[in-house]
Each structure stands twice: as C-alpha cells, then as structure tokens.
C-alpha cells in the first residue's frame, strides 16, 4: 500500500521565531502553538519504551491539497527529536504520509528498505497515530505514518 505524501516536518529549537520566519517566507498569517499532547492520551514510545517525559510544541503550515509543513520544537527529554536536533541541528526532520494502516505499512517498509520503528504514539486529541522509522539505509531519510482514525 503506497501513502498519500502529507508534509515534511522540521525541528526547531525556537519555534516562534521558525514560525515568524515560515510564515514570511510563504506570506501567510503566524500559525497557533499546538501541543504534541498529555502522555496518558499519547502513550508515546521511545524505541519500545514508554517516554511519559518526552514532548513537543509543533506549528502547521498547509501549503494546499495534501502538502504541509510541520515545525517541532522538542523538550529537553530523549525523544526522536531532541536525539535529532543534538545530532544534526535544526532542519528537515521526516517525510510523512497518510496511510490506512500503520502496522500493515510499517511491515512493508521493514522488508523492503529495512526501516527501524523509533517513536510511535496516538496524536495529542487520539483522533489518530503516528509512526517514525529510519528508512537510512535505503531512502536517506526518515519517514512518518499518519493513520487517522476519524
């Protein structure tokens, strides 16, 4: 099954000042803070273990039909954002696409571009999940799944 491409996410370690200068470059009102939400709603997990501590503050920008911008700026705590921002700086951090079912999609991405599950959890209001693998080897990247359940 082949997603719908949906936005490229970056991290940031000062998103107000990312989300004034996003919004200059594509002449669009500042967007609102949204939060990556409470860990009892988002279970999120850091390479299998539970990761209560880690979070983030995020900002989108939708660019037209299926196209958007994600800024992530991270807590301090581990979580594959922080572990990005100390690794690489600030930049692209994933490519994310709509899929009907994260777990049948994560197999395939495992046997074909031996990708590695990283973070996983439910979005802040669990209206749906999300899914980072490294897909290194093979795709030079990492890739995001967003599976809605609405």
């Not at 996003?22 to 709603?41: I, R």
């Not at 920008?61 to 979580?79: C, T, Y």
């Not at 996983?120 to 290194?136: E, F, I, P, T, V």
């Not at 990247?141 to 359940?149: G, K």
Request: net charge negative; with cysteine; glycine share 10%.
């Amino acid at each position: 099954e082949h997603g719908e491409f949906a936005q490229v996410g970056f991290v940031v370690n000062n998103l107000q000042e990312a989300k004034e200068a996003f919004a200059k470059l594509f002449g669009v009102e500042v967007p609102q803070d949204v939060s990556g939400g409470e860990y009892k709603v988002t279970g999120t997990t850091v390479f299998g273990q539970p990761a209560p501590d880690a979070a983030c503050t995020m900002a989108f920008f939708d660019l037209g039909e299926g196209v958007q911008i994600e800024l992530i700026e991270p807590n301090m705590v581990p979580s594959v954002w922080r572990d990005h921002l100390e690794q690489y700086g600030e930049g692209i951090h994933h490519i994310a696409f709509r899929v009907k079912d994260i777990d049948h999609t994560k197999a395939l991405l495992e046997e074909v571009f031996d990708a590695v599950e990283e973070q996983q959890g439910l979005y802040g209001d669990a209206s749906g999940r999300y899914m980072y693998l490294s897909a290194q080897k093979y795709l030079k990247c990492r890739i995001e799944l967003l599976q809605s359940f609405r």
